[in-house]
T-cell receptor
Framework: DQQVKQNSPSLSVQEGRISILNCDYT??????FLWYKKYPAEGPTFLIS?????DKNEDGRFTVFLNKSAKHLSLHIVPSQPGDSAVYFC?????????????FGQGTTLQVKP | KAGVTQTPRYLIKTRGQQVTLSCSPI?????VSWYQQTPGQGLQFLFE???????NKGNFPGRFSGRQFSNSRSEMNVSTLELGDSALYLC????????????FGQGTRLTVV
């Protein structure tokens, strides 16, 4: 039962353009969402998060949007840079309050072409 | 401030053997979680320890176990290794505040032959 889904395994964009990565979830009890970036053979690096009481959170080139009614969130990267090329994981905090448990999507590989 | 440290970075074991992986969290973090990453299954939650107690558990067989010490360092043990246990094992630590991110170590690459 995949509670967090990233339906696009890969995305390719041109340098300077916008990258939009999408994520869907099924459990309406999820109340905190995170995006991580990962390079091969390394641990994920935190990018940005959003609480379910908000619909948008921005940090520099990264913006996360949350649509609770659609159970959908997206990560926008503007402008995209070649160094952004990596695998991006969407994650939801597990139920039960302040837990360290994260439920991850399958990841989307982003390639930014110079 | 030192990050999350996992040892060893690489490990090769034979089927049937057991293995112990270690994780030192960020100083002050009491929550430590373990994940398995494989090409087909993505990042899957194994278990979480908080103040030496298992707080959450994922859907893995009993061959996978863990523990946490009083200094918050954690170990994960896999007994009777199978070829399918070959994966990147990641540890993450989290602070006490409610809506904060988990910080990951670089992982231990386990290969079972």
């Amino acid at each position: 039962d995949q509670q967090v889904k990233q339906n696009s395994p890969s995305l390719s964009v041109q340098e300077g353009r916008i990258s939009i990565l999408n994520c869907d979830y099924t459990n309406s009890m999820f109340d905190y969402f995170l995006w991580y970036k990962k390079y091969p053979a390394e641990g994920p690096t935190f990018l940005i998060s959003i609480s379910s009481i908000k619909d948008k959170n921005e940090d520099g080139r990264f913006t996360v949007f949350l649509n609770k009614s659609a159970k959908h969130l997206s990560l926008h990267i503007v402008p995209s840079q070649p160094g952004d090329s990596a695998v991006y994981f969407c994650a939801a905090r597990g139920e039960g309050g302040n837990t360290g448990k994260l439920i991850f999507g399958q990841g989307t590989t982003l390639q930014v072409k110079p | 401030k030192a990050g999350v440290t996992q040892t060893p970075r690489y490990l090769i074991k034979t089927r049937g053997q057991q293995v112990t992986l270690s994780c030192s969290p960020i100083s002050g973090h009491r929550s430590v979680s373990w994940y398995q990453q494989t090409p087909g299954q993505g990042l899957q939650f194994l278990f979480e320890y908080f103040s030496e107690t298992q707080r959450n558990k994922g859907n893995f067989p009993g061959r996978f176990s863990g523990r946490q010490f009083s200094n918050s360092r954690s170990e994960m043990n896999v007994s009777t290794l199978e070829l399918g246990d070959s994966a990147l094992y990641l540890c993450a630590s989290k602070g006490a505040a409610m809506n904060t991110e988990a910080f990951f170590g670089q992982g231990t690459r386990l290969t079972v032959v």
